[in-house]
């Protein structure tokens, strides 16, 4: 770390937004890299030299002055519950934990404002105790930061009606770039994309406003089913019956539910399960659409229970892998976008070649206006080189896979980047923004 630099910041920050002992910049140097094998032994020695933890925007701005006059990279944290490496700092640096910018500015009628740091969490319960509710959010909502969702994740729960980060989900953003004088900005409609799912390298967010939705009654209820592929056809079925309101359907092929130990007592040995968040009052509809593919309905959570014990969401999206890991350490996982008209037979060619060397769950979601089977198969690692084999069939098969493994934007299949790229030079002209995260 450059002697200087660090006693000047200490001067203007003081001790209690300036951190260098080494136990803070290891901790929050990482994030959930660790699920990936490849990006475990890349990536575990990557630490920061600094944290600095900002109260408010005037901190952000100094910071970013400082750190762009000193040519400090500085890499933003939210709560550091990312997969690929994207809050840790591959060049050292500053890391900026911005968890104190924690409030909620304003809950309007249908929108929130608020900092980057207020915890999705949080934000739904006031959301809740004011009958309104988040529309999308991560399974790792309770700990996970609005700020750290939308630049880092894409979708979850609620996707299934409302769609993914890219789908309307996110209406304006505050944004302060990385030059010798910050320019603060406030963005709104298509600009947008140049920050959601960013990793913090085109600029720094410090407020977002999202819309909300009406507060909803959620039931909970896990069917099952013989087979999985008539667990997939069921909930096709149901994802695509608008007369049903839905915050998940994720479907999940045995014996994926012996991972999920608290539900030991209610899950069928050897069935294929699909979890449901629906709304209070659809238990008839579940149970007729379940009979006619040969499905049963298993647990009910009341509506009256919901969030005041382990729900059923805390099993879908990357929690599946989540307590997969915690029977069988030598799992990891894949993104994959399967076709949504031919994803049986995506399905049966996959399980073909791989048996149980590939375990496959879905979260359907509404994605650009198409319901579709998302997937974050579950794969048994042995090599890296396996792993791309495997990843290069799902390929082959139109499966377009979202890779998990690499730190770096382009190559995570998200896309076209080139005007994030453009962004980035105008407002990182020195490359400072989490360095190493786009090219
Ligand atoms: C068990 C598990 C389940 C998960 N399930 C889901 C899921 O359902 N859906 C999903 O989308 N993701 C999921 N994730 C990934 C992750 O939890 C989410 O994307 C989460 O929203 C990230 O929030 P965070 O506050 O932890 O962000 P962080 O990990 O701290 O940051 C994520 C990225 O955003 C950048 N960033 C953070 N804050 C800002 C800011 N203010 N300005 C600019 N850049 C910023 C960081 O630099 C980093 O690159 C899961 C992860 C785990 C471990």
């Not at 701005?61 to 994207?86: D, I, K, M, W």
């Not at 609005?146 to 609620?158: L, Q, R, T």
């Not at 695509?240 to 991972?259: A, F, N, T």
């Not at 198409?370 to 198969?377: A, C, N, V």
Request: aromatic share 10%.
């Amino acid at each position: 770390m450059a002697i200087g630099w660090e006693k000047e910041m200490r001067d203007a920050l003081g001790d209690e937004r300036l951190f260098l002992d080494i136990t803070t910049r290891e901790k929050l140097s990482k994030d959930y890299f660790w699920y990936s094998p490849v990006l475990d032994r890349q990536l575990k020695d990557k630490i920061a030299d600094g944290i600095v933890v900002p109260a408010d925007e005037d901190d952000v701005e100094f910071t970013l002055s400082f750190a762009h006059r000193h040519r400090v990279p500085v890499t933003v944290r939210g709560s550091g519950t990312g997969n690929y490496g994207q809050a840790v700092p591959l060049q050292g640096g500053l890391v900026m934990d911005v968890s104190r910018m924690d409030r909620i500015l304003e809950l309007g009628d249908g929108f929130a404002r608020v900092q980057c740091g207020v915890r999705l969490g949080v934000l739904e319960k006031k959301a809740r105790e004011q009958g309104q509710e988040l529309r999308i959010y991560p399974s790792t909502f309770m700990k996970a930061t609005v700020g750290g969702f939308v630049c880092g994740g894409s979708g979850g729960i609620g996707s299934i009606t409302w769609g993914n980060l890219w789908d309307g989900n996110v209406l304006e953003a505050v944004i302060y770039t990385m030059e010798e004088k910050p320019r603060r900005l406030v963005v709104r409609g298509p600009e947008l994309f140049n920050y959601i799912h960013n990793y913090g390298t085109t600029g720094i967010v410090t407020e977002l406003t999202i819309p909300l939705a009406p507060r909803q009654e959620w039931m909970q209820t896990i069917v099952h089913f013989d087979g999985f592929e008539q667990a997939l056809l069921f909930s096709e079925s149901l994802a695509k019956d608008d007369s049903v309101r839905k915050r998940l359907v994720c479907s999940v092929e045995w014996p994926i539910p012996s991972y999920f130990k608290p539900l030991a007592k209610v899950l069928e040995t050897g069935a294929a399960a699909v979890l449901l968040e629906t709304v209070d009052g659809t238990l008839g509809a579940i149970t007729a659409l379940a009979a006619a593919f040969q499905g049963r309905v298993g647990h009910v959570i009341p509506a009256v229970s919901y969030r005041k014990a382990i729900g059923l969401s805390d099993f879908s999206w990357n929690h599946t892998t989540l307590w997969g890991l915690s029977t069988d350490p030598e799992i990891t996982y894949l993104q994959a976008g399967f076709s949504p008209e031919s994803y049986l037979e995506q399905v049966r060619s996959i399980k073909a070649k791989f048996g149980n060397e590939v375990l496959l769950h879905f979260e359907w979601v509404r994605s650009g206006g198409k319901i579709t089977p998302s997937s974050l198969p579950i794969v048994k690692y042995t090599t890296e080189d396996r792993l791309y084999e495997i990843i290069s069939y799902f390929e082959s098969a139109g499966v377009k896979i979202y890779d998990p493994h690499t730190w770096v934007l382009d190559n995570g299949g998200r896309g076209e980047v080139g005007a994030m790229q453009r962004k980035k030079r105008e407002n990182d002209p020195r490359g400072l923004l989490n360095p190493g995260k786009i090219h």
